[in-house]
């Protein structure tokens, strides 16, 4: 086990990190692709609604899809890329795989929000009135809701209980001896903290849009990354064995148990455990 930090482990295997001005750049460029993104998919909506649906599912799916092949196949990336790079195996595998995932995890989680039919932001897509793109709730009750779960998300995702960037990243795919078993904080709650706050975004962004269209955007978008974390779950059988059988039997994915919420709700806006 490294005796670095989790960001300080990542900046070693990801040298990139160092370089201010490309990495800069390469921020310039998946912000570009987002941009780019979330532009396409406000053309092909405006065509028609159910258009929308059909680019969440696209841009959702791509997102997801290098994390789980590289999570299915993570025996033979880590030998590959450690035989053919060394010290730099895992910056390779990053600009392979990772470097453009970011913009297409944003786009399919923010997506929902230009959906927006009424109050709070100006139209912008001109989507014609149906019963999945009217207003769903009244002002008073998804404004304030659509915030709370938007917060929620964001604070579930911080890092707890020894999640970092490093994790964030995938590091250990390639460094699984450096791994750190994550079981303070909120993962003695649940296991996958960092989803779970994606879909709490996800589904508070849809509320503040305001319509069924873009809930189930938000609901498809996570739905994609809760599928994630079954296979993330098999690869951690095989990275800490029985140890995690036990805690996975033990500690539910994403939604705490419910005599333990409240004590989950203190973790994570207060940052108490009892």
């Known amino acids: ?66 994390y789980a092949y590289i999570t299915i196949n993570s025996d033979k990336f880590r030998v590959k890329y450690r035989e053919k790079y060394g010290n730099l195996a895992f ?23 230009l959906l927006k039919t009424d109050y709070f932001l100006p139209r912008i897509i001109d989507l014609p009135s149906h019963f999945m793109t009217d207003t769903l709730l009244k002002i008073y009750f998804a404004l304030p809701l659509g915030i709370f779960l938007a917060i929620l998300g964001l604070l579930i995702r911080r890092p707890t209980g020894g999640y970092d960037s490093d994790i964030g990243s995938y590091l250990y795919l390639i460094y699984p001896e450096d791994s750190r078993k994550l079981s303070g904080g909120l ?35 996570f739905l994609f990354f809760y599928i994630l974390s079954k296979i993330e ?3 951690l059988v095989k990275r800490f064995g029985q140890n995690f059988i ?27 455990k009892n």
């Open 1 to 66: 086990m490294t005796k670095q930090s989790g960001k300080e482990f990542l900046q070693v295997k990801l040298p990139i990190t160092k370089n201010k001005k490309k990495f800069f750049l390469i921020g310039v460029l998946q912000l570009f692709l987002f941009i780019i993104l979330l532009i396409s998919l406000c053309i092909v909506s405006s065509i028609n609604w159910y258009y929308s649906i059909i680019g969440e599912v696209t841009v959702s799916l791509f997102a997801v899809l290098p």
């Open 233 to 235: 779950d098999r690869e």
């Open 91 to 113: 910056q390779k595998f990053w600009y392979r795989f990772l470097s453009y995932n970011e913009p297409l995890s944003a786009t399919g989680l923010f997506f929902p929000i």
């Open 187 to 221: 993962y003695s709650f649940i296991r996958h903290p960092n989803y779970a706050g994606r879909g709490f975004v996800a589904l508070g962004i849809g509320f503040l849009a305001n319509n069924l269209l873009a809930i189930c955007l938000s609901f498809i978008h």
């Open 246 to 272: 036990d805690y996975k039997t033990k500690t539910p994915a994403m939604i705490p148990k419910l005599r333990k919420s409240k004590a989950f709700l203190k973790m994570v806006f207060l940052g108490e």
